[in-house]
């Protein structure tokens, strides 16, 4: 397996989000050696809208985007909602989207950067009923498994996971 020694990665969510759309990619990036941070609106624990609770590691308004070298966005459409009202988590989707760094989404969780304002001219793909949403943002929406445009890894659902995980620590890895 790939090598993520030495690579921080910023998991952002909250409530409501997929469950096996942070765990999977999680397992992922710890069995390759990165370091996991859970990053949301406030502190304490979220939990998934199956269940899976997890303690937040970092409020994201007292984050330092700089000190992350990837952002993972899981989805779930409670948690993607909520989080693009957070003005602390949209500033911090900007910050990698401005400086090109790894940005790793799945499903719903694609919505924040729509108002990170970072798609434009990107190709990517997300749940079907983001795909308008998308569009005018300025990104080529398209449906297959995973795409990788640059700096932006993105997949449509959970089925994809085993694609998306593969791509998301290539991009790390850089």
Same mark, same amino acid.
């Given at each position: ?51 899976? #609770? ?38 911090? #989707? ?5 400086? #090109? ?29 983001? +795909?308008?949403?998308? +569009? ?39």
């Amino acid at each position: 397996m790939a090598s993520l020694d030495g690579k921080t990665v910023a998991f952002l969510l909250t409530d409501g989000f997929e469950d096996s759309e942070l765990t999977s990619p999680w397992n992922t990036v710890v069995e390759a050696g990165g370091t996991a941070h859970l990053l949301a609106p406030s502190e304490g624990t979220v939990t998934g809208k199956n269940g899976h #609770t997890q303690d937040v590691d970092v409020v994201v308004g007292d984050a330092d985007p700089a000190s992350y070298d990837a952002l993972v966005l899981p989805g779930g459409t409670g948690n993607a909602d909520a989080l693009r009202l957070d003005e602390d988590a949209v500033a911090f #989707t900007r910050h990698f989207g401005a400086q #090109t760094k790894p940005v790793s989404v799945i499903c719903h969780g694609a919505w924040i950067l729509t108002d990170a304002d970072v798609l434009g001219g990107r190709r990517m793909t997300s749940f079907p009923s983001l +795909r308008t949403d998308l +569009r005018n943002a300025g990104a080529t929406w398209v449906d297959e498994e995973v795409v990788v445009d640059q700096w932006l890894v993105s997949s449509r659902t959970p089925d994809d996971l085993p694609a998306f995980n593969r791509e998301m620590v290539a991009a790390i890895q850089g």
